[in-house]
Nanobody
Framework: EVQLVESGGGLVQAGGSLRLSCAASGFTFDDYTIGWFRQAPGKEREGVSCINTLDGDIYYADSVKGRFTISGDNAKNTFYLQMNSLKPEDTAVYYC?????????????????WGKGTLVTVSS
């Protein structure tokens, strides 16, 4: 079965950086979109960034453009979200998602699989 395992969350001061990782396994198809979504208490779930593994198409939410970078190592089925210049409003649980053959990002309507999430806390 498809499994997505996030890591790399933690506590960081405003202005600092974190690198999230998503290890994906349990599938052999080539065309899928890896997404990073986040949700803070009392707030709606937000699509942060996505990358299509076949053609490399990338999406960033306006709130993170210029600060976050999504990338992937297709050979290892491992994907990353480099987060720089972190702000307190970036505090959330970050989820890795997989959208098989879809490009719904930033909507979650096409997400087929979710990881359990990793908590990012940015202090002021």
């Amino acid at each position: 079965e498809v499994q997505l395992v996030e890591s790399g969350g933690g506590l960081v001061q405003a202005g600092g950086s974190l690198r999230l990782s998503c290890a994906a396994s349990g599938f052999t198809f080539d065309d899928y979109t890896i997404g990073w979504f986040r949700q803070a208490p009392g707030k709606e779930r937000e699509g942060v960034s996505c990358i299509n593994t076949l053609d490399g198409d990338i999406y960033y939410a306006d709130s993170v453009k210029g600060r976050f970078t999504i990338s992937g190592d297709n050979a290892k089925n491992t994907f990353y979200l480099q987060m720089n210049s972190l702000k307190p409003e970036d505090t959330a649980v970050y989820y890795c998602t997989l959208d098989e053959y879809g490009r719904s990002c930033p909507s979650s309507s096409g997400v087929d699989y979710w990881g359990k999430g990793t908590l990012v806390t940015v202090s002021s």
